[in-house]
């Protein structure tokens, strides 16, 4: 069975607002195209689709625009060359490697998960609170931002039950992030 990731940034106060934390700089690039490149498939919602789309996807010149880093090229071509799913009840089609993912959002994610492979990734904020709800995600990735934004969504706002996690790994970054992985503790709540 494939696990289920959620890595997400997030500031001290909580925020998972994308632009709320630090720039990106090549360190935190190189890190996100390790934990985008451990997944077999992208699950994304809609709304984070579609952003990650158009800052993402290559153009049909085949060539990355000038306002991309080179160091930013091997998360842009890890992201684009991903197999995605889409949870979506609006789009009808989905492009840039995607396939809609339909039906009860337990037992498709189930599905997905039960697919050969190492493993999958879900970002955003609205899908993963869903996911944490039914208790589906395997493991959760909080890249900590040394900054308070005091404004914007926070992090698996509107939980049903209190989630007690375990703490399976720690990386520091020169800039202060700290990427702490967990895994859910079982029957607790």
């Known amino acids: 069975m494939r696990a289920l990731r959620y890595s997400i940034n997030v500031t001290l106060d909580g925020c998972c607002h994308h632009e709320a934390g630090l720039p990106p700089d090549e360190e935190s690039m190189g890190y996100w195209t390790e934990e985008i490149g451990r ?4 699950l994304f919602g809609r709304t984070t689709y579609e952003m990650m789309q158009s800052a993402w996807r290559k153009p049909v010149t ?3 625009p000038d306002r991309l880093n080179s160091w930013e ?3 842009a071509e890890t992201i684009d060359r991903a197999q995605k799913y889409v949870v979506s009840s609006t789009l009808s089609e989905v492009g840039w490697n995607a396939e809609l993912v339909r039906g009860e959002l337990g037992a498709a994610v189930e ?8 493993g999958l990734f879900v970002g955003g904020v609205t899908l ?4 944490a709800d039914l208790g589906l995600i395997d493991e959760y990735v909080f890249v900590v931002q040394p900054v308070i934004a005091g404004h914007g969504p926070s992090l698996l706002a509107g939980l049903r039950e209190r989630l007690q996690l375990q703490l399976v790994d720690r990386r520091d970054f020169r800039s ?3 990427a702490l992985r967990f895994q859910p503790l079982t029957g607790t709540t």
Do not use: E, S
Request: aromatic share 8%.
């Open 176 to 178: 202060g992030v700290v």
């Open 39 to 42: 997944a077999d498939g992208l």
């Open 128 to 131: 993963p609170r869903a996911l």
């Open 73 to 75: 090229i091997p998360f």
């Open 62 to 64: 085949g060539t990355w």
């Open 111 to 118: 599905r997905l998960k039960q697919m050969p492979g190492d």
